[in-house]
């Protein structure tokens, strides 16, 4: 997208933040194609049989973003990144509904990426990652926020560097050590 698109969603994003319907009407098409790009990437590895479609998490996500119009939004990266998160959380909530008579199952990975994977898990494995990215958000909230940035919503390092406010390079160090932690928790027995 050229800058000059990205300067006009974020100015469409905080008009809506404003109370302003009609940016809101003008925001939705301009994003659509890019949320679509980030439900396909949570779901890329879902199983055959799965019953979320790329359009109904984008749909669903939709309805928790109207929730959040009075969000202080600071540009068009930090409402992509509250999209992937809001994703994330539909299907999280999703896989604990579906587990809701089953327990005592834990992820098991051997690869920080697929243990991030949260659309080819089992709703237990969801679960678990669901856990330790909240555990990791109490701990050390900057890294949590970079792997919801950088994973979930599929940003690159010097969009998650802007969003956070820091540099690439400390976006890069952070990723290392949360991914690195992460897999010690997911693996954990």
Not at 24 to 53: D, F, M, S, W, Y
């Amino acid at each position: 997208m050229a800058d000059s698109s990205v300067s006009e969603t974020t100015q469409l994003v905080r008009a809506w933040a404003e109370d302003d319907e009609r940016a809101l009407e003008l925001l939705i098409p301009r994003v659509c194609r890019e949320l679509r790009r980030l439900a396909g990437h949570c779901l890329k590895n879902e199983r055959p049989e799965r019953t979320l479609q790329v359009s109904d998490l984008v749909h669903e996500a939709y309805l928790h973003l109207a929730d959040l119009s009075r969000l202080d939004w600071q540009h068009r990266n930090h409402f992509f990144a509250v999209s992937a998160t809001l994703m994330r959380r539909i299907l999280v909530d999703r896989a604990r509904k579906r587990m809701a008579d089953k327990r005592g199952e834990r992820a098991q990975g051997t690869d920080v990426e697929q243990a991030l994977d949260v659309s080819s898990k089992r709703p237990a494995e969801i679960v678990a990652l669901d856990d330790a990215l909240n555990e990791l958000a109490r701990l050390a909230p900057r890294k949590a926020r970079i792997v919801e940035s950088r994973f979930f919503a599929g940003l690159e390092v010097k969009e998650t560097a802007e969003i956070i406010g820091v540099s690439p390079e400390t976006v890069m160090r952070d990723w290392r050590m949360a991914k690195a932690w992460l897999l010690k928790e997911l693996t954990a027995v």
